[in-house]
């Protein structure tokens, strides 16, 4: 089996730093709990065009919903008396779903060592990554699939592939992981993240085994570069690279998972202008393919309180090995914001969809491709 001998040199590295640190580490005062986090509400607006894997019709939508998504987060920090702050997160559903805690982890920070991140997270090619700027209303793993503004296809893998992000996660959602991240040093900083198993965010991590071809994803590495620099008067230039692998349950005709991803943003004075793309190969367990690609593109432009952006993108992943079909998923994005005060943002904007399952899909009352346009407006609150 291929390990990472080179992310674990990393961490012990770092773990040896912090242990000789010297001074008292008897913290100056004690952790305190604070509460932050966002609340969404929506109005979503869309009647879209469904058919079954017949090519028929037999599909009917209200024309108007609401929409919302929210976490509250509990977050607190200490500086040591060696100069060391250690500190923690977690990231609590505000809506009653299967997966309630989201993220949970702690860091230990360093101004000259860096960041070591312990629990469960995003990767770190996933959290330096440089996507499309968007007006509000965002589509790059966003608010549209995240608040199913439309209907997918049946089957439809909406999360954790390529089909609607270029980060890279690949099912690794939140995994429990150990990350570091270096200081920027003229404009670059490093990422590496460790995964022992690839598993939804907030999970006991509880069994590792696998059994010809079940089981989960195992020995995970993920590797990230993000620089920023200025290029030129009121210009600023950002670049990402990530990297992104894991071990796939050993059965006859599985492939070990891995993907590429890079993304670039130009900041000219009050306009941004970026694109991003993604690529992966490899086999899921439970006989799900991870092979597809994704790009975006997409301009921004802000003035004082108010921010309007045009935003692409497609994805495609394969979803199952047992055949050749693809999944695709093109969506886009006009919208604006407009800044009401610190925290709060209104955002509105127009989109159109177009999801095609390529599958034929057995029986009428299933949905084998969903297109069409809408409109959302929802009050954006971070506290």
Same mark, same amino acid.
């Given at each position: 089996m291929r390990r990472s001998h080179g992310t674990a040199a990393t961490l012990a590295t770092l773990a040896a730093t912090l242990a000789a640190l010297p001074g008292d580490t008897r913290a100056a005062e004690p952790i305190q709990l604070h509460i932050e986090g966002g609340h969404q509400q929506w109005l979503v607006a869309t009647q879209p065009e469904l058919k079954n894997g017949q090519g028929q019709h037999p599909f009917d939508t209200a024309v108007v919903d609401q929409k919302h998504n929210s976490e509250v987060w509990f977050t607190g920090e200490t500086l040591l008396t060696s100069g060391l702050t250690v500190g923690l997160t977690v990231q609590l559903e505000a809506n009653t779903v299967a997966d309630q805690i989201d993220e949970s982890f702690l860091f230990l920070k360093s101004g000259p060592s860096g960041m070591l991140q312990l629990g469960d997270t995003d990767n770190a090619a996933y959290k330096m990554a440089v996507t499309a700027p968007t007006g509000g209303v965002t589509i790059n793993d966003g608010d549209l699939v995240g608040i199913e503004a439309f209907p997918l296809p049946a089957g439809f893998d909406g999360t954790n592939t390529t089909i609607d992000s270029t980060p890279l996660t690949l099912t690794d959602d939140d995994s429990g992981k150990f990350s570091f991240y270096s200081p920027r040093y003229a404009g670059l900083q490093i990422g590496l993240s460790y995964i022992p198993q690839f598993e939804a965010g907030g999970d006991n991590n509880n069994s590792i085994a696998r059994v010809n071809g079940s089981g989960r994803i195992t020995n995970g590495v993920a590797a990230a570069?993000?620089?920023t620099s200025?290029?030129?008067e009121e210009a600023t230039l950002d670049v990402s690279f990530g990297w992104l692998r894991g071990e796939t349950p050993p059965a006859e005709g599985t492939s070990d998972v891995w993907g590429l991803s890079a993304g670039v943003l130009l900041t000219w004075g009050a306009l941004e202008i970026g694109t991003s793309v993604a690529y992966a190969n490899g086999d899921a367990p439970a006989g799900r393919s991870l092979d597809g690609y994704?790009?975006?593109?997409g301009i921004a432009y802000t003035t004082g309180p108010y921010r309007v952006g045009l935003t692409y993108i497609k994805g495609v992943s394969a979803g199952s090995r047992a055949d050749s079909a693809r999944q695709y998923l093109d969506q886009v994005s006009l919208s604006g914001t407009y800044r009401l005060g610190p925290g709060v943002d209104l955002v509105a904007g127009l989109f159109a969809f177009d999801a095609d399952g390529e599958k034929?899909?057995?029986?009428?009352?299933?949905? /084998? %491709?969903?297109?069409? +346009?809408?409109? /959302? %407006?929802?009050?954006? +609150?971070r506290f």
């Open positions: 570069v993000n620089y200025p290029v030129a994704a790009y975006d593109v034929e899909v057995a029986g009428a009352g299933e949905v /084998a %491709s969903s297109s069409g +346009i809408g409109f /959302a %407006s929802g009050l954006k +609150i």
